[in-house]
Structure formats: structure tokens, C-alpha cells
């Protein structure tokens, strides 16, 4: 009676063990996940359709374009997505009132971080829903001759946004097909299209105060940050994205997107405003090849 009970024991400890075991291998650690998730040197080029107005100079809007080049590491999966990067633009804008022409030479950089995390319930095995949060940091630096004292304008938009992010599978599986008597054969195509809209939580704005005149024009010498102030929790901030993704054969990926990108400050006599329609297309390299 003790041999059998001695047996039971050992054949249910060897039963969970071995239990254990396969589930430990079916089951990734954390570790092993953050290992796996791709990652990518996503580099981008685009072209934008922009307008800004800003009442500290004059009530005009500025219409034009800029020239975005961007450079970002990302790390993604259905779990997590993580993105860090730059981006660079530079482009003229114009206004024509009263058959009076000024010209505005406008140059932006931007840096920014986004972390988002998958929300199972609103996800499916085509639908995959993150949300999460960007840090994002403008500097706008801005030219005109025509505005004298008022010539230089050196702005820095900082946000805390929240984000959310949908993307759907919409690959194409291969198939036979048939025009007439010709028969043809459609390749597979693993393909992704995204929806992200990021939403101004914290904006903070550092720019001049109403009307950029000082004495720094006639004394030559260059205060760019001479009568700024800080302004916190004001402005509206928003950013939405819709793009097109194809994964090649060497799991790199082609990106197409259309951006929408618009923040205004607080106030009224010195309120700016502007927004961006921007059309880009990116490359994604994929470094460890998963």
C-alpha cells in the first residue's frame, strides 16, 4: 500500500513537472518577446499643401508648402509599438493682399516619442487597436523682410498627446484567376492599413509676446528669445495619420501616408495658427529580420 502511494506521488510530481515545462515553452517570457519584436530605421520624404496665420504680425494667412524628411527606430508588433525620431522641413509661403505680395521662408524641426500598447478588447485576430501616448517638440523658425523689426519669429510648441492607433489586415491571399481564355495568377500580398489620431493633453507653447518689436534690429544684435513667454495648458494640438503598409519579401516595409498635423496656440491679438496636409512616403529596414 505505501509502494502504490509512494508511486501516485512520484507520477503526479513528474506529470506537473513535466506540465510546467511545456507550458514555460509555449508561453514566452517578457524577455523573449521584447527580443522578438521587429526592429526597424524607418527613414521618410513628403511634400505638404500648409497655411498659417499669425495674428501677432499680421491677421493674413500664409499659404505654401514644406519639404519633410524624417529619420525615426521603431519597434513593433501586435503587442507593443515604440517610435523615436526627427524630422526636418523647410519650404516658402506667400499672401497676396491688395496686390501686395510677402514672402515667408519657414523652417521646422521636430522630435518625438510614441508608445502604445494593444487594448484586447476592442482587437481581433484582423483588427489590432493600441493606445498609448506621444511626446511631441516643435521648433518653427520663421523669415519675412517685408514685417522690418518683426522679420524674425522663432516659436517651440511642446505636447503631451494621447494617441490611438487601429490597423487592419488587408492582405491578399494568391489566387488563379481568368480574363477570357487567359489564365493569370495573383500574388500574395501582405498588406496593412492605419488609422492614428494623437489628441492634445498638455500643450505648452514658448514664443514672443503680441507684436515681435523690440530694439534687437537696430542694435544688430540677435535675441531670438528676447521677449518670449511660457505659456502652459493652452492651445489645441491635433494630429491624425492614415496610412498604407506592404511587408516585401525581405520584411522590409513600403509605408504610404497622409498626415494631417494642425496646433494654434491660446489668446487672440497674438494667437498663431497653422496646419499641414503632408503626403509621404517611408521606408521601413527591418535590422533583425523577423
Known amino acids: 500500500m505505501k509502494l502504490k502511494i509512494t508511486l501516485i506521488i512520484i507520477s503526479t510530481f513528474l506529470i506537473s513537472l513535466n506540465s510546467q515545462r511545456a507550458y514555460s515553452q509555449k508561453t514566452p517570457t517578457k524577455k523573449e518577446l521584447r527580443k522578438a519584436r521587429p526592429n526597424y530605421i524607418k527613414t521618410g520624404f513628403g511634400i505638404s499643401a500648409s497655411k498659417f496665420r499669425d495674428f501677432a504680425t499680421s491677421p493674413l494667412f500664409y499659404q505654401g508648402s514644406i519639404l519633410p524628411m524624417s529619420m525615426a527606430f521603431v519597434k513593433s508588433d501586435t503587442l507593443r509599438e515604440m ?82 492607433k487601429l490597423k487592419k489586415d488587408i492582405s491578399r491571399k494568391a489566387k488563379q484567376k481568368k480574363f477570357l481564355f487567359i489564365k493569370y495568377k495573383k500574388k500574395a500580398k501582405q498588406r496593412n492599413l492605419t488609422f492614428g489620431v494623437n489628441i492634445g493633453a498638455i500643450n505648452t507653447t514658448f514664443r514672443n509676446g503680441y507684436i515681435y518689436a523690440d530694439q534687437s534690429a537696430l542694435l544688430n544684435k540677435i535675441t531670438p528669445f528676447g521677449n518670449h513667454e511660457l505659456h502652459m495648458f493652452s492651445g489645441l494640438r491635433l494630429k491624425t495619420e492614415v496610412s498604407l503598409s506592404r511587408l516585401l519579401k525581405n520584411k522590409n516595409i513600403v509605408q504610404y501616408s497622409y498626415i494631417w498635423n494642425a496646433y494654434k496656440t491660446a489668446g487672440f491679438d497674438d494667437n498663431f495658427e497653422i496646419a499641414h496636409h503632408i503626403f509621404k512616403i517611408s521606408l521601413l529596414f527591418n535590422t533583425n529580420n523577423k
Open 83 to 164: 517610435e523615436v525620431g526627427g524630422e526636418l522641413a523647410a519650404g516658402f509661403f506667400s499672401t497676396n493682399f491688395n496686390e501686395d505680395n510677402s514672402n515667408s521662408i519657414m523652417g521646422n524641426l521636430n522630435l518625438s516619442f510614441l508608445q502604445l500598447y494593444k487594448l484586447p478588447v476592442l482587437s481581433s485576430k484582423k483588427l489590432n487597436t493600441k493606445i498609448g501616448f506621444m511626446v511631441d517638440n516643435t521648433l518653427v523658425v520663421r523669415m519675412n523682410k517685408n514685417l522690418m523689426n518683426n522679420s524674425l519669429g522663432v516659436d517651440i510648441f511642446s505636447n503631451i498627446l494621447f494617441s490611438l
